[in-house]
T-cell receptor, first 111, second 114 residues
Framework: SQQGEEDPQALSIQEGENATMNCSYK?????LQWYRQNSGRGLVHLIL?????REKHSGRLRVTLDTSKKSSSLLITASRAADTASYFCATELSGTYKYIFGTGTRLKVLA | EPEVTQTPSHQVTQMGQEVILRCVPI?????FYWYRQILGQKVEFLVS????????KSEIFDDQFSVERPDGSNFTLKIRSTKLEDSAMYFC????????????FGQGTRLTVV
């Protein structure tokens, strides 16, 4: 598997439901960031979690990081149609100056 | 809120031509990056830049590519002789530090090579 793989690849839920996306990675990281991308548009930064942190919240977003399992999850609570987008995790590898992006989860929230 | 800005938003160029993609990073940021995303594919790292030199580059970033910070505000990516496979969305990003702070991305430049 590659550094930074999200699952599921696609997720379709009803408005008001929670959406959970997972990201797995292979090597040691400094931090992990989640981004949102609307179709054909830019990457919007959502949240950063450092390697020594386990959980962070920002509004309706909750991110967890388990460095022993090399995985992270992004939870969007009470989803809205406007949350429809692709979500990517990006890991900053220890000792490097780059972020490696995952394959992304395409989230569709149905009104 | 400060943001990374990229120009142009869309560029069409003929194969073999040189293109320069421009970025204005967030003003107090020190680390700069270029990424690309071929349609429907992953976002791929191209190069990182700090203290006026390349910190790291990927195998995609071959001799056809170069980066420059010509003044205190702009950060450019030049492709010397474009190929069809260079068609992609190119994203610029910046961060204040390495390892501890967020990396913010621009809206991207869609490059189409015909």
């Amino acid at each position: 598997s590659q550094q930074g793989e999200e699952d599921p690849q696609a997720l379709s839920i009803q408005e008001g439901e929670n959406a959970t996306m997972n990201c797995s990675y292979k090597t040691s990281i400094n931090n992990l960031q989640w981004y949102r991308q609307n179709s054909g548009r830019g990457l919007v930064h959502l949240i950063l979690i450092r390697s020594n942190e386990r959980e962070k919240h920002s509004g309706r977003l909750r991110v967890t990081l388990d460095t022993s399992k090399k995985s992270s999850s992004l939870l969007i609570t009470a989803s809205r149609a406007a949350d429809t987008a692709s979500y990517f995790c990006a890991t900053e590898l220890s000792g490097t100056y780059k972020y490696i992006f995952g394959t992304g989860t395409r989230l569709k929230v149905l009104a | 809120e400060p943001e990374v800005t990229q120009t142009p938003s869309h560029q069409v160029t003929q194969m073999g031509q040189e293109v320069i993609l421009r970025c204005v990073p967030i003003s107090n940021h020190l680390y700069f990056y270029w990424y690309r995303q071929i349609l429907g594919q992953k976002v791929e790292f191209l190069v990182s830049f700090y203290n006026n030199e390349i910190s790291e580059k990927s195998e995609i970033f071959d001799d056809q590519f170069s980066v420059e910070r010509p003044d205190g505000s702009n950060f450019t990516l030049k492709i010397r002789s474009t190929k069809l496979e260079d068609s992609a969305m190119y994203f610029c990003a910046s961060s204040f530090t390495q390892g501890r702070t967020e990396a913010f991305f621009g809206q991207g430049t869609r490059l189409t090579v015909v």
